[in-house]
């Protein structure tokens, strides 16, 4: 289901134009005060442990995982882009199943086989995700371009780049070869965990917000905030990248 605010796109955008200033401010804050959580960046502790770690250790690595997803803005963005529109709790577990599959075949095989891509260009590719279900969100592709993608096809490809985020991190602390396919195993599952701890609480805030009045007010809004949070994600990256080359 799609927001089309071509017949009403004036009146969501007078009502609308103040909590999206609003939200506007708080994303840049957060990119701003957290660019590492942004960067899908591993705690110091964790990076240490990691580093110095040696032997298959299933509970510390599915806590990390767990932990990762779960202050992983990006991911969360994405995903809470992906559920916007999903009323039924089967189409909720298809889509995220589609993601979760992208995210765990590119987590283990670029670690496995040693993909190596820059870190800024995933985390940009992952903020463009972010601007995408966004404008998908709103209908934008069909009146652009007459036609809808895919959303499924999408969803799995955004999984698979979002796998490569995480991986080009755990490249960057050559975790140990002992025990390295069950602790990334256990990871995964970790990150796995996270993911659906993080979906519920969305999803029950979702819940109680599309029974209120303000859910199809502010329906535009909100993709367009989360739009707006995509691209400064994607500028941050990009500009990461400038400075490091």
Request: hydrophobic share 50%; with cysteine; aromatic share 12%.
């Amino acid at each position: 289901m799609h927001l089309h605010p071509t017949s009403s796109g004036d009146v969501f955008a007078m009502r609308s134009r103040r909590p999206l200033l609003l939200l506007f401010i708080l994303v840049a804050s957060l990119c701003l005060v957290m660019p590492e959580a942004l960067a899908h960046a591993v705690a110091e502790g964790d990076k240490g442990f990691i580093q110095e770690s040696s032997g298959v250790m299933l509970l510390p690595f599915i806590y990390m995982g767990a932990k990762h997803m779960m202050t992983g803005y990006d991911h969360l963005l994405f995903l809470f882009g992906v559920i916007f529109f999903l009323y039924r709790m089967k189409d909720v577990g298809l889509y995220v199943t589609l993601f979760a599959v992208g995210h765990s075949v590119t987590l283990l095989l670029g670690v496995l086989t040693e993909i190596s891509i820059s870190s800024y260009v995933i985390d940009a590719i992952i903020g463009f995700s972010v601007v995408y279900k966004a404008l998908d969100n709103l209908g934008a592709f069909q009146r652009w371009f007459g036609f809808q993608p895919n959303t499924k096809v999408a969803t799995l490809v955004f999984g698979l780049l979002h796998g490569f985020g995480l991986t080009t991190k755990i490249q960057e602390y050559e975790i140990s070869a002992d025990g390295l396919i069950p602790n990334l195993i256990a990871f995964n599952v970790g990150v796995e965990v996270g993911q659906l701890l993080a979906l519920g609480s969305i999803l029950i805030l979702m819940g109680y917000w599309r029974r209120t009045a303000s859910f199809w007010r502010h329906a535009y809004t909100a993709n367009v905030a989360m739009m707006s949070a995509g691209f400064l994600l994607m500028g941050y990256q990009l500009t990461g990248l400038l400075v490091s080359s």
